[in-house]
Structure formats: structure tokens, C-alpha cells
């Protein structure tokens, strides 16, 4: 007898788009998965990766029980038997009295979970340590660090209204492959057509000519890492023929008189050769940029992991306040999410503003941001001997002997941890090393709420997903680990109460409501707060709190909430599986500033003084060749090469290289390359091609599963090269510490 199909609606968690998924089950089995069609943002829009979520929840590869290592293999162990045995390796370590010994490394899918945005901070309070490491500074530290700078805080970062502006200029971001990053918006193909069949432009600046770059009205290629100096002559331009026009924001904002002058070393005829674009087409740019009815200037990763990585960020948005296109429709704005966005909390318009710095890496001083170090640096925390040396490691949904700097120096000083903790679905490259890896559960077995990508998105929408399929009984909830390893680093031990713990977190979070300015909560006790949310737990309870006390929230026992026209509850989410839509974006200056001086800081001193370097480096480019990533959108970072659907087809690991390259190289279209930097080497198939400029060649990222002690069948069946075992640890933005991976200067030959 055949099970009847039952229709379920889930938010996919992987990748930015957040896109919804109609999910057709027989019994427990996914039968088919199509877009949603009624989801309120996504309108049936789909890609791969959510197409193939049934083969990432089927896959017979994920952990499905604690492993522990007995005997040098990892073999399955009961969850008490996995807590003890941590415990076991943990009390030495901290018996020694520094808490600096113990190290975190977060991995890119936690943005994407509701458990990890909860619960990590309990996890990361609860080991003391200074020493957390994560993903950010492989990927979008400069632009959380400029825009700390100039609004307040790490996620008031502005996102351009593409849904309605006339001129949308694009630098290193590939969103038709990526669906957009640092900017939250399904079918972006579909959103550029727009764009161009309203009469307005698309103009793509990228060393590669990418499938957005297809897409667009001009693609111009730019000499990789050199954005910050074509950007800087755009302003220069902008500046010098009078073109700045700010508009009403002019008022709030501090710095526009300071502009001319700390661009003035970069006109377009000293840029030119720098940067690869000759000066007349850099002005006539600048000229339509600032000329357009609307338009937003957006980069991603190809400006953010560069060695001018923070410059380059920053200046993005002086382009977009000098031309009037801040906080503008049509230009670039604010949203205004539901939930833990903290530029809407409390009194608005002025806040402590942004400090980094406060402490640093052991070894070589890099800074502190976010409460976090930079992971070109683990290694060394690692090795070097001392008061503060990581000893015990615990990785959350990372990958990082794939996914950071100089992974062949990494592995090695992994080999010298006491304790290796790994929170993850698969034995992979890095958790395979681990003395203990704890189980999660699929996507489809979890709730979800986008508590981050809703503060990035392009139209303010909320959504809530219940589990698609019951979770099985064999898999602790991930909040649940974390506690539990959480109650363990606080000296309760492996048998730590977690629904004591979880009522400590939420009493946490509630109490911050109760001393927040204008929560519905305020002035409450604690416990009176969280007795009116019922009998939730986990971060359905927590989540609960943050909506109703959110700027759509419905108040809480009895007091009105904030919003005018909502009235948002985990309740109100439930009864709307499709999502609810908050609206367009908004303008919300000044209100969501939290700058010390309440005002935008278009200059920010720590930013201006690397100008200096930035100016520096216009004489030094020499004519060897450099490397670059590239993204495909069958893939997220390292995430999904084990899943049969995305992997299919011609090989994707293959390097890049523009014919006259290959030519003067001695290079052929399928055969092999040997490439090497001052970190490593690697030998890849080669592909030549026009797309990408002279003097550049990409391998992508995320690849190189090769690890015999791994157990990912497919990914090893087709494991190409790993591009981070030639980026280089010491290569790094100077103000973020974030890693080089764009612009790496390698050495190319036959193999």
C-alpha cells in the first residue's frame, strides 16, 4: 500500500537567498521539491541547491550517531559515553587555569541555523576564551568593519533597492551564481532583467566575466585587489567635476567636506594602469553613476578578501552617499528586519558606535573585531608555546583545512591539539581529525527563522518553518549540544541540566528586553516575561521574544508591541507558511544610527589613514600572474560536494586561464597546471578560455576532498584541487585582518 504524499513549506537554509520550498513527502521520504510559488519573497523562485535538498537529508554519508576515537578510529558512542570522554581530555587543559587554551572556530552555515544564532553565544560565554575564529574573516569582515564605522554597527550594512533602482554598478560579486551575498534576494536574474527593461543599466566590474556579468549592459575587467583604487578614482571624478549631490541625507551625515581631499591622490590617469581600466572609461562611470535618476554601487567577496579589503568596502558607500543614493529608494537603504536586528533596539539616532582592537592574536597582534580574531592566524595560536596556546578546539559547522589560509600548515598544527570537538553532519577533512564529532540534524528535521539574512534583505519579509520531518530520536537538537558542551566548559560537567541552562539563556535575552528603551518588555522581571511566552522552549521560545518585541511585534503580556499594521508572534508566523511581507525598504535615517557622534561617518580616521598604502601600492604591480576564486551555483563554499544532484556533469575544479596566458605559458585546454605560491602547490586541469583577463587565473573554492580519513563517498569520487593550500596565511587586509584569497600572486607552468 502506497503512503499518501503530504505537501509541506520550508525556508531553504543553504544559501542567502532564502528562498521558499514546497516539499512533497511520501511518508518520510522527499518525493519532490519545488518552489513555493506563494512565499511572499521568493515567488517560486528556486535554485540547485534547494532543488537538492531531499539527496543532502537522504544522504547515507551523514552522522548519525556521536563518534568517538577509540583506538585511533572514530566509531559510534552513545552521547554520554562522547560528553565523558570530552570531559576526560578537557580536564587537564583546564585545570591549568587559562581559559585562552581552549579555541572556536564557527563555521559559514551558522548563519544559516536559528540554533546556532541563539545558542553559540552561550557556548562562547561559557569557555572564557578570547581565542574565536570563524568564518567571517575568510569572507565579509571589511564590509561589517566599514560599515561599524559609519553606522554603528557590524550589520547596518546598506542594500541596494534593486527592485527599484536605475543603475545598479556591481564589483566582484557574481550574484546570479551566489543569489546574491550580503544581499538577501531570490531571482536576481530576474531582478537585473528588470532593471534593464525599465530603461535603466547593470555594469559589472570583475577580473572574470562571470554569468552576471553576461547578464549586464558592460563588464569591465579590473587587475584583482585593485577595486579600492578604481572606486577612489570614481569619487576623485565625482568630486572634481562637481558631480557630488547628496541630497537630504547631507544633514546626518559627517566627513563630505573631508572627501575631495583624502581622494585626491587617486585620479583616474594615476589609477589606470593600477587597475586596468583606462581613465576615460573610469570617468564616464563616474559620470553615469552620478547622473542617474537612482542607482546603487554593490561588491562582495571579490572586494572583501583582497589586500584592500576594508578600503574598498568603504568606499562603495562614499560612492552611494556622494551621488545621493543613501538611504534612498532606488539607491541603497536600510532594512528593517523583525528580529535581533540591533540598529533598530532601544533609542535610536546615536549609540556607543564601533570599537575593535580590543585585544589581539598572541603571535602576531592582529586585531580583535565582533569578539572575534582573524583565522589567518589559527595556526599560530596553535603552535607557538606559551600562556594562551590553543590546546582544545571545538569547530562548529566548519571546515577549516578546507576553507581558510595555508590549510597544509593548518592540518599540521591541528596535529598538535590535546582535543579536537566537532559539531557537524559529516566526517569531512577537518572533523575526521576530531577526538569526538557531535551529530546534527538534517535541515529538513529543524525549524528555521533567517535571523541574519532577514537584516540583509532586500524587501522586509518574515517566515517561520516548522520541521519538514520528525527528528529522530537518535540526534540531540543542536541547541541541546550546544548547551551541554556549554555546561561542561562552565564546570557543570557532562551531565549538565540543559533545560536549566536554556532557561538561563532566555532569562538572558529577557532581561536585556526588560532594560531595552522602548521594548514592550521594559521594566518587567525576567521571569515574568518568559512565563508569558507558554510553554516554549529552545529558540522557538527565544525567537517568540525577539518578534514580539520587535519593530512589527505584538508586546507581550498585555503591552502593545512597536509595530503599526503587525502584530508579529511565533504564533502569527505559524498561521502564514508562506511568510508575511513587512514591506519594501525603507529610508530610516537618521533613526538607525548607533554612532557615538549620531551622525554618518563618511570618514572614519582608521579608514583613511590605510589611503597611504592604498596610494603605495599604484607603483609596485609587477607582471606575474595571480590567482582568484571563482563561485558556481551548484556550490556553497565546501558545503555541498556531497550531494550526487550538484556534482554532476563536466568537472568545475579547473583553473582558469585566458588564452594569451596559456600560450605564453605553454598551457593546453585539458591538461594540467602546476601552481605554487610562497604557501604551497597544487596540480589542476586546465581550462582556457576568454573570460577571464590576462594575467589572472582562478581555481574555485571549497574543493580538495581528498582526505583518506574522510567519509564522503561522492566528494572524494570527484574532489578536485583546494585552492587554500596556495593562499597564504601572512597575506591579509591590514585594518581587518581578513585573509587574501583574491589577487595571490602564484607561479604557473605545465605540470
Not at 534576494?185 to 566590474?205: C, T
Not at 580519513?709 to 569520487?717: C, L, W
Amino acid at each position: 500500500m502506497t503512503e499518501e504524499s503530504v505537501t509541506r513549506f520550508t525556508t531553504c537554509p543553504l544559501c542567502e537567498a532564502t528562498c521558499g520550498l514546497e516539499i512533497e513527502l511520501h511518508g518520510d521520504e522527499v518525493a519532490k521539491v519545488r518552489g513555493d510559488s506563494e512565499d511572499v519573497f521568493s515567488a517560486g523562485f528556486i535554485c540547485p541547491k534547494g532543488a537538492s535538498i531531499g539527496e543532502l537529508h537522504a544522504d547515507p554519508d551523514r552522522i548519525s550517531a556521536p563518534l568517538l576515537r577509540r583506538d585511533g578510529e572514530l566509531v559510534e558512542a552513545s552521547w554520554d559515553e562522547a560528553f565523558a570522554a570530552i570531559e576526560a581530555k578537557l580536564a587537564p587543559i583546564r585545570e591549568s587555569g587559562d581559559r585562552n587554551s581552549t579555541g572556536i572556530y564557527l563555521g559559514n552555515p551558522n548563519a544559516h541555523t536559528l540554533d546556532g544564532l541563539i545558542y553559540l553565544r552561550a557556548l562562547i560565554k561559557a569557555t572564557g576564551t578570547r581565542n574565536i575564529f570563524s568564518a567571517t574573516s575568510v569572507d565579509q569582515l571589511p564590509k561589517q568593519i566599514s560599515s561599524a564605522s559609519m553606522f554603528g554597527t557590524g550589520l547596518s550594512i546598506p542594500i541596494p533597492d534593486v527592485d527599484h533602482t536605475d543603475h545598479m554598478l556591481i564589483l566582484g560579486a557574481n550574484p546570479l551564481a551566489s543569489n546574491g551575498s550580503l544581499m538577501t534576494a531570490p531571482d536576481m536574474r530576474g531582478k537585473l532583467r528588470a532593471i534593464r527593461g525599465r530603461g535603466g543599466k547593470v555594469v559589472v566590474i570583475d577580473p572574470r566575466r562571470t554569468r552576471t556579468a553576461e547578464a549586464a549592459d558592460e563588464h569591465h575587467p579590473i587587475r584583482p585587489g585593485r577595486d579600492a583604487h578604481f572606486l577612489a578614482a570614481l569619487a576623485h571624478t565625482i568630486v572634481t567635476e562637481g558631480l557630488a549631490a547628496p541630497g537630504d541625507v547631507a544633514e546626518h551625515i559627517d566627513g563630505l567636506d573631508e572627501i575631495g581631499e583624502v581622494v585626491a591622490p587617486f585620479s583616474p590617469e594615476t589609477v589606470e594602469e593600477v587597475c586596468g581600466i583606462a581613465a576615460p572609461e573610469i570617468r564616464r562611470i563616474a559620470r553615469e553613476l552620478a547622473a542617474a535618476p537612482s542607482a546603487a554601487v554593490y561588491a562582495r567577496i571579490g572586494t572583501t578578501t583582497q589586500e584592500f579589503g576594508t578600503l574598498a568596502s568603504w568606499l562603495v558607500d562614499v560612492l552611494n552617499a556622494l551621488t545621493g543614493n543613501l538611504d534612498r529608494r532606488g539607491g541603497v537603504m536600510f532594512p528593517l528586519a523583525a528580529a535581533a536586528q540591533t540598529n533598530a533596539s532601544g533609542a535610536g539616532g546615536r549609540g556607543r558606535g564601533f570599537e575593535m582592537g580590543r585585544w589581539g592574536t598572541r603571535v602576531r597582534g592582529m586585531p580583535e573585531a565582533f569578539g572575534e580574531l582573524p583565522v589567518a592566524c589559527l595556526a599560530d595560536e596553535i603552535t607557538e608555546p606559551g600562556e594562551g596556546r590553543i590546546r582544545a578546539l571545538v569547530t562548529v559547522a566548519g571546515n577549516p583545512l578546507v576553507s581558510t589560509p595555508n590549510v597544509g600548515r593548518l592540518g599540521d598544527a591541528f596535529d598538535q591539539l590535546d582535543l579536537l570537538v566537532s559539531i557537524d553532519c559529516y566526517l569531512n577533512e577537518t572533523t575526521s581529525r576530531a577526538d569526538v564529532v557531535l551529530p546534527v540534524l538534517s535541515p529538513l528535521e529543524r525549524s528555521h527563522y533567517d535571523l541574519a539574512f532577514y537584516q540583509l534583505a532586500v524587501r522586509n519579509v518574515a517566515n517561520y518553518s516548522p520541521p519538514v520531518l520528525p527528528p529522530p530520536a537518535a540526534i540531540e537538537p543542536e541547541w541541546r549540544t550546544m548547551l551541554r558542551l556549554a555546561g561542561l566548559f562552565a564546570g557543570a560537567g557532562a551531565g549538565v541540566d540543559v533545560d536549566a541552562f536554556d532557561d538561563m539563556v532566555a532569562l538572558e535575552v529577557a532581561r536585556r528586553e526588560t532594560v531595552t528603551d522602548g521594548s514592550p518588555a521594559q521594566g518587567m522581571e525576567p521571569a515574568e516575561v518568559l512565563e508569558a511566552l507558554g510553554e516554549r522552549r529552545g529558540p522557538e521560545r527565544i525567537l517568540d521574544l525577539m518578534l514580539r518585541c520587535g519593530p512589527y511585534g505584538a508586546g507581550i503580556a498585555g503591552r502593545p508591541g512597536r509595530g503599526e499594521g503587525f502584530a508579529l508572534s511565533l504564533d502569527e508566523l505559524e498561521r502564514n507558511p508562506h511568510g508575511i511581507d513587512l514591506g519594501p525598504m525603507q529610508p530610516r535615517l537618521p533613526e538607525m544610527l548607533r554612532t557615538a557622534s549620531g551622525k554618518v561617518e563618511l570618514c572614519p580616521p582608521a579608514i583613511v589613514a590605510d589611503l597611504d598604502r592604498l596610494s603605495e601600492a599604484i607603483g609596485r604591480d609587477g607582471d606575474g600572474m595571480v590567482l582568484i576564486g571563482r563561485r558556481d551555483l551548484r556550490s556553497n563554499n565546501s558545503w555541498m560536494h556531497n550531494v550526487p544532484h550538484l556534482v554532476r556533469g563536466k568537472d568545475r575544479c579547473t583553473m582558469h586561464v585566458n588564452p594569451a596566458d596559456a600560450e605564453r605559458l605553454g598551457l593546453a585546454a585539458g591538461g594540467a597546471a602546476a601552481v605554487s605560491s610562497r604557501a604551497g602547490s597544487v596540480v589542476v586541469p586546465v581550462e582556457v578560455t576568454d573570460a577571464i583577463m590576462e594575467g589572472v587565473v582562478s581555481i574555485p573554492h571549497g574543493w580538495g576532498h581528498d582526505a583518506e580519513s574522510a567519509r564522503m563517498g561522492v566528494a572524494a569520487a570527484t574532489p578536485g584541487v583546494n585552492s587554500n593550500l596556495l593562499s597564504d596565511e601572512m597575506l591579509v587586509d591590514a585594518i581587518s585582518g581578513n585573509a587574501v584569497l583574491n589577487g595571490i600572486p602564484v607561479a604557473v607552468a605545465p605540470a
